[in-house]
């Protein structure tokens, strides 16, 4: 095996260059979904019993919203209802776990690479086998980006809903005779709108990628690099 020397010439290239990108790309991706905190509330008023309360209910990565209770700052009972016993809708915990995983692994491997590309460069080059799983991994994250960063969407489109103005049909308080919910507010997503963003950036990176890890591959050049291992490495013999 090669020894370690440091060669900062394949970051100067497409092939590590790209990869930063994606070493940052993935960052991004799993703390804006990882990182996200959030609470939504809601004005309940009976003015019979003279109860007006704003009752607030917190969120947040992996979104289990069906975990996420009502509470009051006062007192759990509003309207003649204990509201730690009334819960957000929706588990969303399959899809932003998937995502974040994903996004934690790419960032691994991405070091594991940029590692190989700079430290080993030779032994990168020289391989057969090297290029050819860098080829199979790329390929493979493309797609795994363009799964995650969909299911992600989609899921983080019901978030929104389920934590917006149609909380108030989905809760049964709200609908009986003499109480009144009112929507007062969500905290802004604007932190997960970008973590999408950044998981299709990242699909786009991956797949641009493959090319350039391809060329380093054996499938790219068959002949050249079947002669390169049979003649040793040595220069061709020159002819008259």
């Known amino acids: 095996m090669s020894a370690f020397q440091i060669n900062l010439n ?16 993935s960052i991004f991706a799993f703390a804006t979904c990882g990182g996200y905190k959030g ?16 009752v607030t209910a917190t969120f947040g990565y992996p979104f289990r919203l069906n975990q996420a209770s009502f509470h009051n700052s006062a007192k759990d009972n509003v309207c003649n209802t204990t509201w730690s016993s009334q819960f957000l809708i929706g588990d969303y915990s399959s899809s932003a776990q998937f995502y974040v995983t994903f996004a934690v692994f790419v960032f691994l491997y991405c070091t594991a690479a940029l590692l190989l590309y700079v430290g080993y460069t030779n032994l990168y080059r020289e391989s057969r086998k090297l290029p050819m799983i860098d ?3 790329t390929v493979v994250a493309t797609f795994l980006w363009l799964v995650s960063a969909s299911a992600w969407a989609k899921a983080l489109t019901d978030i929104k809903i389920a934590t917006g103005h149609s909380i108030i049909k989905e809760l049964d308080p709200c609908q009986s005779p003499g109480v009144t919910c009112q929507f007062v507010s969500v905290t802004s997503m604007g932190s997960l709108n970008v973590s999408v963003i950044f998981g299709f950036l990242n699909m786009i990176l ?3 990628n493959a090319w350039f890890v391809y060329k380093e591959t054996s499938l790219h050049s068959p002949s ?9 490495g040595a220069p061709p013999p020159s002819g008259m």
């Open 10 to 25: 394949p970051l100067k290239e497409p092939l590590g260059f790209i990869k930063v990108l994606e070493w940052f790309a």
């Open 39 to 54: 609470k939504t509330e809601m004005q309940v008023s009976c003015p019979k019993i003279g109860d007006n309360k704003t």
């Open 135 to 137: 080829f199979i991994v």
């Open 206 to 208: 991956w797949g641009g």
């Open 224 to 232: 050249n690099t079947s002669a390169s291992h049979s003649q040793g």
